[in-house]
């Protein structure tokens, strides 16, 4: 069948941007905001929250971009991830990518096809403005992503696993 | 020239919630303690920043809570620029505050402490959680949902879709209500309305199964403490602030918020971040204050709109007046949304959303201000001193869930002493700790200023001091 509808993608960047690399998220949303592209949806966000499955649930596609505490390579890290069915944490009104996928199936019983951006970071201190290699990292994971969201938009899957710098992230706390 | 910190190791958890529990030489509790284990950098990273950038910045102390910080600033700006903000920019702050305390509390009750409550405490675990909640209660679990995104559109719509709205600031506000907003919001208030009352109807239907917690959930006496308008009503924006104690008896009244420092003092802990205000007049640590929707269901004479004032009259009577368990927060929260519903209800005929008239524009005529809203966990202040080129000299925030302080160690040294059998902690009390927490529903990123995670770690110490048990969770 041929689809007669042009596929949502849903972009949602996320990190406090005054905690320096930790927004690179929200970063690289704003920037993909600026491209104008009517099939992408764009969400910068400082924490991920569960009302953010109804968002999810009427999207194709997904993606998260945030920041990765990590002094090592890759500055760009893109993963399939999967829904999973673990609550929240204690005294955290924040969930995690996956668990939010996991609401959103619970829900709505759908899910879109999601991707974890990470980029690397080094400084997570207080202000403003990003390191040099988040700010590499971030221009790595924009051009990588305009990439992905036209295979998204064209209907064509997102690279297929394996894939050089495409893995499926395994679920956390497993 | 700014310095960059390198965090090594490079980590995205930054501490934790812990609680002690500390037994004596016969094994009982002796006592439990709450500690935050955060660093708390904001207050000394404004200094020397323009006063028009503090909105902004200070919104960014919390994802949850942006709006409460972007308010509380605004306000302490239009004192140092000494102006009366124009009547629309008031209604319209109003207005996003009011869509704040929706959305933040149909988070609390539907996803953070919905499954304890509607699941039981003593529920597997496992299933003890928002997905558990989703499969027993499918339908109130999506509604709690749309709840929260009814509450988060009006934010949305006045502030756009920026990640912090820099909407209101020193002055008044940048934008009005758009078109079709009005019409928006009518639309989402019969669902919003119906599933509150549904929330509630619930909440009583199961409160009698929780008689246990509610008398060990930190049930004492305490002064409370949040604003009320001129005829002593609830309120959520301006408006002076009243203490009352246990009893329902005002102690101090009609207090203009800039005086709050001669009310509220703030002692320092040795092992946590988190500080602890305290009623100065009674001293540390007797003068033990609450804020919030319990506190603020006690001080305030009439909610000011008809369902909510029905409801209250119904909780008072049920709770003798005064209501003073913590558990019955979960409660407060709901006649809340429900009063919040009612007052957006009553707005939007207001011709002044859609105004023009939004700021007034001054310059740098006083050197301090305080600015002071409810936020939706409690009474939030900010109080800046700045340069006379407006640049911040001091900053001292007050945030909602530190005055909780003394009120969560209490609770948790109830729970503790009430559940705590022996030298080991079971299941079923780190619930119970867990959720006595939670019950004030804590802002713990925003009371410390800090980001990232927060699991909660419990340790059970002898009174040797050796550990003999410790569970995390989170």
Redesign the interface.
Known sequence: MIATTRPVILVIGYGNPLRRDDGVGVVAAEEIERWLDPSVRVLARVQLTPDLAADLAEADSAFFIDARSSLEPPEVRIERIVPQAHGMAAMDHAVSPETLLGLCRALYEKTPEAYLVSIASEDLGFGEGLSARATRGLAEALAALRDQICRSRAGEPVLPPPCPGLETRPSPGS | M??????DP???IEGH?KVTVQLDDDGKVSGARFHVAEFR??E??CEGRPLWEMPG?TA?V???C?VSHLLASAKAGDKILAVNIPPAATKLRRLMNLGQIV?SHA?SFF??SG?DLLLGMDSDPAR?????L??AE?EL??RG??L??FG?EIIELLGG????PAWSVPGGVRAGLPPGGREHLREGLPEAYETTRLALAKFKEIFDRFHEEAISFGDFASLFMGLVNEHGDWEHYDGLLRFVNADGEIVADQVDPSHYAEYIGEAVQPDSYLKSPYYKPLGFPEGIYRVGPLARLNVCTHMGTPQADQELKEYRYRFHGTATSSFLYHYARLIEILASLEHIERMLDDPDLTSDHLRAVAGINRLEGVGVSEAPRGTLFHHYQVDSHGLIRRVNLIIATGQNNLAMNRTVSQIASHYIRGREIPEGVLNRI?AG??AFD???SCSTHA?G????VVRLVAADGTVLQERS??
Do not use: D, S, W, Y
Not at chain 2, 128 to 132: A, E, W
């Open positions: 700014a310095q960059q910190i390198l965090i490079v980590t995205r919630a950098g904001f000394k990273f910045i960014r919390c994802g949850i942006p959305q988070l996803h953070l499954p003890r959680n928002v997905f558990g989703i499969a499918p679990a999506r949902i749309r929260r995104k988060q879709k920026k990640i912090h867990e927490i939670r804590p802002c713990l980001v995670a927060m699991p909660l969770r989170g």
